[in-house]
């Protein structure tokens, strides 16, 4: 968990303001949605000011149809095609800064500005969530606070934030209101934070004029209707495919290379598949061992750094040629893979360390002038590194 700062203030002199609204009403809403809370966030990060649309200097629009999302600000507008997530965001963030480039301040908002200033990202799928609440309670959002203003300190965990008050030059407290990303995006879901800014629950510090302190002893867990096993462990689900490839110890050391597909929560339990193959030669003896394996697993981490274990069960397939002879074999399979991914919090390609024990349905062998010459153990361990690319399905 890491902290980032929102600073109460009273004026605001720092421009130009922005405000980015959707107008979408058909099958691509939900993608406008999402690209505008990412949006606000990165433009917050980009030194603009975030504002109501009736307080802002410029308004931006995010507009679905059923071909594309075009982003706009009167009378010029940017077509985004429909894609990946990753590249509409970065396109809609090159069309905002084209359509704001000659923004300049013209006003003074009215409401209560809340300066904002992040130092990582909210976790996948949580983005723009809390600074889309302050804006709908009225709030401001600037991303430079000044050294006197009030701090509203926001840490950012899995699948909620938790909220303290402090002063500018005050190191931020343990939270005091915790608040699920499922709740803020629901009415009134920011009304915990907001009273907290305005030092409604509790304020101990009450001599000086404005904004009072909070500094509360227990942390108060906002009611949700999950259940405390869920707590830890995020609901996203995702289909990942991957490739990797490595080295196989089976009494003698061969080269592998492995495709495989996972569905299941991102954090929890799910199921794969794989297909490996395992070509090998010794003398003139050439062989080509395929695994095919399917069965459940889990996974558990945070959205950088993840690992996860199962259990699969299938087949090997051994074909062999020699000088002479052409044949092949099978029997089956059972193994215990285990791996360890890292990402970053955004992206959906994932690098990933991948190992796996294994026992077969019996030792290969072929023989030749009455002795061996070509000789594989029924149980083995491979060790690969690989890439994996996902979708959210959730």
């Known amino acids: 968990m890491v902290f980032g700062a929102a600073v109460l203030a009273t004026a605001f002199t720092l421009g130009p303001s922005v405000a980015v609204e959707v107008v979408a009403d058909g099958p691509h809403g939900p993608e406008a949605t999402a690209l505008r809370g990412w949006l606000v966030q990165r433009l917050i990060e980009e030194g603009y000011t975030i504002a109501p649309a009736d307080q802002a200097d410029r308004v931006l629009t995010l507009e679905a149809d059923a071909d594309a999302v075009s982003v706009g600000s009167g009378s010029e507008a940017f077509s985004i095609d429909l894609g990946p997530a990753a590249v509409m965001r970065l396109e809609a963030l090159h069309r905002a800064r084209l359509l704001l480039e000659h923004a300049q301040p013209t006003r003074t908002p009215a409401s209560e500005v809340l ?20 804006l709908q309670a009225g709030y401001v959002l600037t991303p430079r606070p000044r050294p006197d203003d009030v701090v509203l300190c ?10 303290s008050v402090t002063t500018g030059a005050d190191v931020c407290p343990d939270p005091a209101v915790y608040v699920r990303y499922s709740q803020l995006r629901e009415p009134g879901g920011a ?104 069965g459940p697993d889990f996974r ?3 959205r950088r750094f993840g690992a996860g274990v199962g ?45 796996e024990a294994f026992l077969t349905g019996g030792r290969l062998e072929h023989i030749r002038d009455n002795a061996p010459s070509w000789a594989r153990s029924a149980w083995g361990i491979r060790v690969g590194l690989g890439l994996t690319w996902g979708w959210n399905i959730s």
């Open 115 to 134: 300066g904002f200033r992040s130092t990582t990202e909210a976790p996948e799928g949580a983005a723009g969530e809390l600074e889309s609440a302050l």
């Open 154 to 163: 926001v840490v950012h965990a899995q699948t909620r934030i938790g909220a």
């Open 191 to 294: 009304d915990a934070i907001v009273a907290l800014i305005e030092g409604l629950p509790d304020a101990t510090d009450d001599a000086a004029p404005g904004p009072a302190v909070v500094r509360a002893p227990e942390p108060v867990e906002v009611a949700s209707e999950e259940p405390e096993a869920e707590r830890f462990i995020s609901r996203d689900s995702q289909f990942r495919l991957g490739v990797d490839a490595g080295v196989v110890s089976r009494g003698s050391l061969d080269g592998y290379a492995r495709a495989h597909m996972r569905l299941g929560r991102f954090q929890g339990p799910g199921g794969q598949f794989h297909l490996g193959f395992i070509p090998s030669r010794s003398g003139p003896v050439r062989a080509l061992d395929t695994t095919m394996a399917v």
């Open 300 to 302: 558990f981490g945070r």
């Open 311 to 355: 259990l699969v069960v299938g087949a090997l397939v051994h074909a062999y040629a020699d000088e002479s002879v052409r044949g092949g074999s099978a029997s089956w399979y059972v193994g215990l893979p285990a791996s360890v991914s890292f990402g970053r919090a955004r992206e959906r390609l994932r690098a990933h360390l991948f190992t």
